[in-house]
């Protein structure tokens, strides 16, 4: 690694496209597991002008009116201002959800089938996915990142308690950090563009947006008079949301993960149930990466496990303290194994999934957030043990 670079991460809003996509679905998710915890979920959401298309497979008990449920979505956002042309009480919705193949279901339940090796839950899907934790943040997370989504966060907050009214939903955020050997030190330059009213002036919006969004959530010790800060840079941003661009499931997931400083193995989490391993294992290897961390074995950990579809196993766990680990990083990786099951009916109870928890998730990050039950730092004691 070079001994001073600079790495950057992005974070987008809940008014943005596929963000407001994710949110649709994730609200159908949770609505599902309101009344049918069993409940069998991959729901992907189109936005478009006025109009929201849900696409997927849902196998449930639950009795969904999903327009109801897409519209207190979209609400909930904020889109809901006369000239508005996605509204949530105008726009129009088609729904294209079917049941999940009968096929796939049989490889997840937890019963024998013809052909399939176990009668134990297996795998939604084969693939791949990533867990990383460091030390930089109290979150454990990349810096690039969490400034990032506090930028987002601080911005929706001053939005929907309307300090200012010409804010809209849609924006994104930016943050450069320069690191010196392993240590991020400086943010380099700061981008915001957010949406607004057609009456405000740019000078106005740069001027609030650098002193109550960035001066107010950044730490000052790590700007100065060089730090650059690029504010709507277009200069105007009024045609926004879904009216601007098409938004779609799923698009974000490395806004939603690490900001690319850690790896992805590339599946959407957002509108599927935890019987789904892209969402679920994701979940699982952060938080072991997490306790990895936090039990002082190692300064950051990075972990990929692998899945075939309808068995309940991995067939890969992999454990990199990219040279921070405290012991053989061999020790580690064999006291996971100990600590942890991987199994995916193992990790639905352990993380306590089936349970409307995922609107949560949906906006800044799907890390970080202390109320998350894979954010929980409470088997560090048991890896301790494990290691001897």
Same mark, same amino acid.
């Given at each position: 690694?070079?001994?001073?670079?600079?790495?950057?991460?992005?974070?987008?809003? /809940?008014?943005?496209?596929?963000?407001v996509?994710?949110?649709?679905?994730?609200s159908?998710?949770?609505?599902?597991?309101?009344?049918?915890?069993?409940?069998?979920?991959?729901? @992907?959401?189109?936005?478009?002008?006025?109009?929201?298309v849900?696409?997927?497979?849902?196998?449930?008990?639950?009795?969904?009116?999903?327009e109801?449920?897409?519209?207190?979505?979209?609400?909930?956002?904020?889109y809901?201002n006369?000239?508005?042309v996605?509204?949530?009480?105008?726009?129009?919705?088609?729904?294209?959800?079917?049941?999940q193949?009968?096929?796939?279901?049989?490889g997840?339940?937890?019963?024998a089938?013809?052909?399939k090796?176990?009668?134990?839950?297996?795998?939604?899907?084969?693939?791949?996915?990533f =867990?990383?934790?460091?030390? @930089?943040?109290?979150?454990?997370?990349?810096?690039?990142?969490?400034?990032?989504?506090?930028?987002?966060r601080?911005?929706?907050?001053?939005?929907?308690s309307?300090?200012? /009214?010409?804010?809209?939903?849609?924006?994104?955020?930016?943050?450069? &950090?320069?690191?010196?050997?392993?240590?991020?030190?400086?943010?380099?330059?700061?981008?915001?563009?957010?949406? *607004?009213?057609? *009456?405000?002036?740019?000078?106005?919006?740069?001027?609030?947006?650098?002193?109550?969004? &960035?001066?107010?959530v950044?730490?000052?010790?790590m700007?100065d008079?060089d730090?650059s800060?690029?504010?709507?840079?277009?200069?105007r941003?009024?045609?926004?949301?879904? @009216? =601007?661009?098409?938004?779609?499931? !799923?698009?974000?997931?490395?806004?939603?993960?690490?900001? !690319?400083? !850690?790896?992805?193995?590339? =599946?959407?989490?957002?509108?599927?149930?935890?019987?789904?391993?892209?969402?679920?294992?994701?979940?699982?290897?952060?938080? $072991?990466?997490?306790?990895?961390v936090?039990?002082?074995?190692?300064e950051?950990c990075?972990?990929?496990v692998?899945?075939?579809?309808?068995?309940?196993?991995?067939?890969?766990?992999?454990?990199?303290?990219? =040279?921070?680990?405290?012991?053989? /990083? /061999?020790?580690?990786?064999?006291? $996971?194994?100990?600590?942890?099951?991987?199994?995916?009916?193992?990790?639905?109870?352990?993380?306590?999934?089936l349970?409307?928890?995922?609107?949560?998730?949906?906006?800044?990050?799907?890390?970080?957030?202390? @109320?998350?039950?894979?954010?929980?730092?409470?088997?560090?004691?048991e890896?301790?043990?494990?290691?001897?």
């Open positions: 690694m070079s001994s001073s670079f600079v790495f950057s991460s992005e974070s987008v809003g /809940e008014g943005h496209p596929d963000k996509s994710d949110f649709i679905s994730d159908v998710l949770d609505a599902c597991l309101e009344q049918d915890p069993a409940s069998r979920v991959a729901c @992907e959401t189109l936005v478009k002008s006025n109009h929201v849900l696409a997927g497979e849902i196998t449930t008990n639950a009795v969904i009116n999903y109801a449920v897409v519209r207190e979505a979209v609400r909930d956002i904020g809901v006369d000239d508005d996605f509204h949530a009480d105008k726009v129009f919705i088609t729904n294209l959800l079917t049941k193949s009968s096929d796939i279901a049989q997840v339940d937890a019963k089938a013809e052909g090796d176990t009668a134990e839950q297996g795998a939604g899907d084969q693939g791949l996915m =867990g990383y934790a460091c030390n @930089e943040t109290p979150e454990m997370m990349p810096t690039a990142i969490m400034f990032a989504h506090r930028l987002g601080e911005l929706t907050k001053l939005r929907k309307r300090v200012v /009214e010409w804010l809209r939903p849609d924006a994104k955020s930016q943050v450069s &950090i320069r690191y010196e050997g392993d240590k991020p030190v400086r943010i380099e330059n700061v981008v915001i563009s957010t949406q *607004h009213t057609a *009456h405000v002036q740019h000078a106005a919006i740069r001027e609030f947006l650098i002193e109550n969004v &960035i001066r107010k950044l730490p000052d010790e700007m008079k730090t800060f690029y504010i709507n840079p277009t200069g941003f009024v045609v926004g949301g879904p @009216e =601007g661009d098409s938004g779609l499931t !799923g698009r974000k997931i490395i806004v939603d993960t690490y900001g !690319g400083w !850690g790896r992805h193995g590339g =599946g959407a989490f957002s509108g599927k149930d935890p019987s789904k391993v892209d969402r679920s294992a994701a979940y699982m290897c952060r938080w $072991v990466a997490k306790n990895i936090a039990s002082g074995l190692a950051i990075e972990l990929q692998a899945y075939a579809i309808g068995y309940p196993q991995p067939v890969s766990i992999w454990v990199d303290a990219m =040279g921070t680990a405290k012991v053989p /990083e /061999e020790r580690i990786s064999e006291a $996971v194994r100990k600590v942890f099951s991987f199994k995916p009916a193992d990790i639905i109870r352990d993380l306590d999934l349970r409307p928890i995922y609107r949560k998730t949906t906006n800044y990050g799907h890390f970080g957030k202390a @109320e998350l039950p894979w954010e929980q730092t409470n088997r560090t004691k890896l301790l043990a494990a290691v001897g």
